[in-house]
């Protein structure tokens, strides 16, 4: 069973950087490409971007060049980092398993797997 | 962007009763190769969204087979044969045929 932990620090300051880790278990993050997601307060789902281990991360444009995501296959771990917080980026992350790929083709089964996901509030 | 509408926003079932969401995109999501590129996922109160339905009808693996999922080119829909208790939560549906994948707003179904 594959299980999807998010950490980050909870509360970041207003132009600060907020980073989170997602640290996968159960299985490899090199067979999938890695989503993060986000839920304002009492709001709907944003899609932050995704990564898979052998290409370039795609990216929300609503968050122009704020936002970089990373894998790290050595930890089995998936980053997010988002520049220049507002309150607008108050939110609950969530990490989430995407496209499976195996022997160089990929299909789509769905976000299967969600982490509990991990507050960050922005606010001085 | 591919812009996702669902309706109703509010859906109040009686426990038993069928229910049935309608969620619509911008523009077509036929893949080329013949998958349409749609899923379904409920939120539960206070938990993380879990995935229901994928490429317009696949099942999860686990999800009851009251929930089925229909439709195709830009129209959608999400059907309960027969609403339990268990079931109360957002439904959104999502696209991803192309990136940024794009949700619908949300359904919120509660029994009444």
């Known amino acids: 069973q594959v299980l999807l932990q998010e950490s980050g620090p909870g509360l970041v300051k207003p132009s600060e950087t907020l980073s989170l880790t997602c640290t996968v278990s159960g299985g490899s993050i090199t067979t999938h490409y890695w989503s993060w997601i986000r839920q304002p307060p009492g709001k709907g789902l944003e899609w932050i971007g995704n990564?898979?281990?052998?290409?370039?991360?795609r990216y929300n444009p609503s968050l122009g060049s704020r936002v970089t995501i990373s894998l790290d296959t050595s930890n089995n771990q998936v980053s997010l980092n988002l520049r220049s917080v507002t309150a607008a980026d108050t939110a609950v992350y969530y990490c989430v398993r995407g496209r499976y790929c195996s022997g160089g083709r990929c299909a789509w089964y769905g976000m299967d797997v969600w982490g509990q996901g991990t507050t960050a509030t922005v606010s001085s | 962007d591919i812009v996702m509408t669902q309706s109703p926003l509010s859906l109040p079932v009686t426990p038993g009763e069928p229910a049935s969401i309608s969620c619509r995109s911008s523009q077509s999501l036929l893949h080329s190769n013949g998958n349409i590129y749609l899923d379904w996922y409920l939120q539960k109160p206070g938990q993380s969204p879990q995935l229901l339905i994928y490429?317009?009808?696949g099942r999860a693996s686990g999800v009851p087979d009251r929930f089925s999922g229909s439709g195709s080119g830009t129209d959608f829909t999400l059907k309960i044969s027969k609403v339990e208790a268990e079931d109360v939560g957002i439904y959104y549906c999502m696209q991803a045929l192309e990136t940024p994948r794009t949700f619908g707003q949300g359904t919120n179904l509660e029994i009444k």
């Open positions: 490429l317009g009808s």
């Open positions: 990564m898979y281990h052998t290409e370039y991360a």
